[in-house]
T-cell receptor, first 112, second 111 residues
Framework: QKEVEQNSGPLSVPEGAIASLNCTYS??????FFWYRQYSGKSPELIMS????GDKEDGRFTAQLNKASQYVSLLIRDSQPSDSATYLC????????????FGGGTRLMVKP | DTEVTQTPKHLVMGMTNKKSLKCEQH?????MYWYKQKAKKPPELMFV???????INESVPSRFSPECPNSSLLNLHLHALQPEDSALYLC??????????FGNGTRLTVT
């Protein structure tokens, strides 16, 4: 069973702080990793994708990948109340780009 | 707004009903997906169509029947569902090998 694990939270941070979300995965051969944001009652929205070790930055978001340690993280700088949502880590477990396994999600709460 | 359109947004059906969920995308994506999401759980993959052919079926009960009439459309036919099938059903599309883009989902209630 290929697994993706996240801390369910809630993770509570004050407005303006850095939120750090973590994800570990079991299949060492996985190559593609994604972060989705899901507001309550809505569908998942792609935030970041990352395929190589290291950091990838997009605006206030930075994804970090360490394949040796089998973890991927998402940093949100200058957190805003509108960032309050569930963040889903997803791993492409068969590396064909068509079979995502999702972690259980981390609920983030940004307090004004 | 999403470029993957799902209809209806909400559906209530009895256990003896037959209904269909519809999904449409016009982004030229050649892979389309059905996911099921229960409350406070992550999405679970049901089916994958790649170039209009069913490529993955995650051991889904036969009361769920997918159909891909063309590269832009994906249907999910429902028959004899159980109350535990009540969930948010998500359609997604992608270029093969690229990230998935989800529709807004159909919230299904089986009574």
């Amino acid at each position: 069973q290929k697994e993706v694990e996240q801390n369910s939270g809630p993770l509570s941070v004050p407005e303006g702080a850095i939120a750090s979300l973590n994800c570990t995965y079991s299949d060492r051969g996985s190559q593609s990793f994604f972060w989705y944001r899901q507001y309550s009652g809505k569908s998942p929205e792609l935030i970041m994708s990352i395929y190589s070790n290291g950091d990838k930055e997009d605006g206030r978001f930075t994804a970090q990948l360490n394949k040796a340690s089998q973890y991927v993280s998402l940093l949100i700088r200058d957190s805003q109340p509108s960032d309050s949502a569930t963040y889903l880590c997803a791993v492409d477990v068969n590396n064909a780009g068509n079979m995502l396994t999702f972690g259980g999600g981390t609920r983030l709460m940004v307090k004004p | 707004d999403t470029e993957v359109t799902q209809t209806p947004k909400h559906l209530v059906m009895g256990m003896t009903n037959k209904k269909s969920l519809k999904c449409e995308q016009h982004m030229g994506h050649r892979a389309m997906y059905w996911y099921k999401q229960k409350a406070k759980k992550p999405p679970e993959l049901m089916f994958v169509y790649s170039y209009e052919k069913l490529s993955i079926n995650e051991s889904v009960p036969s009361r769920f029947s997918p159909e891909c009439p063309n590269s832009s459309l994906l249907n999910l036919h429902l028959h004899a569902l159980q109350p535990e099938d009540s969930a948010l059903y998500l359609c997604a599309s992608s270029q093969v090998g690229s990230p998935l883009h989800f529709g807004n989902g159909t919230r299904l209630t089986v009574t």
